[in-house]
Nanobody, 118 residues
Framework: QVQLAESGGGLVQAGGSLRLSCAAS????????MGWFRQAPGKEREFVAV???????YYANSVKGRFTISRDNAKNSVHLQMNSLKPEDTAVYYC????????????WGRGTQVTVSS
């Protein structure tokens, strides 16, 4: 069983930066794809970014060029560096893990709140 714990959320002004972290325990972290998702009030959860076991990354168009996902297999952690933040980035951000060969993300953290003020 994999457990995920996010940290690093907070309140920031538009144009500012935040770095989210997700610590994983259990399982074989280096073989998982790790993703970040977010859910704004009244909206469905949406994909933000993913990094696979080999380090390949993919981003939602809305964050491309502003957000960077990275992983540290030695520390079983994944990070999301968020720059040039906009009020529309306000949401609860979730970390998720996808086992190799699986189509779905099987494990989820509890989320961390990011609020961007205008």
């Amino acid at each position: 069983q994999v457990q995920l714990a996010e940290s690093g959320g907070g309140l920031v002004q538009a144009g500012g930066s935040l770095r989210l972290s997700c610590a994983a325990s259990g399982g074989t972290f280096s073989t998982y794809s790790m993703g970040w998702f977010r859910q704004a009030p009244g909206k469905e959860r949406e994909f933000v970014a993913v990094i696979n076991w080999s380090g390949s990354t993919y981003y939602a168009n809305s964050v491309k060029g502003r957000f960077t996902i990275s992983r540290d297999n030695a520390k079983n952690s994944v990070h999301l560096q968020m720059n040039s933040l906009k009020p529309e980035d306000t949401a609860v951000y979730y970390c998720a893990a996808q086992e190799y060969g699986r189509a779905e993300f099987d494990y989820w953290g509890r989320g961390t709140q990011v609020t961007v003020s205008s």
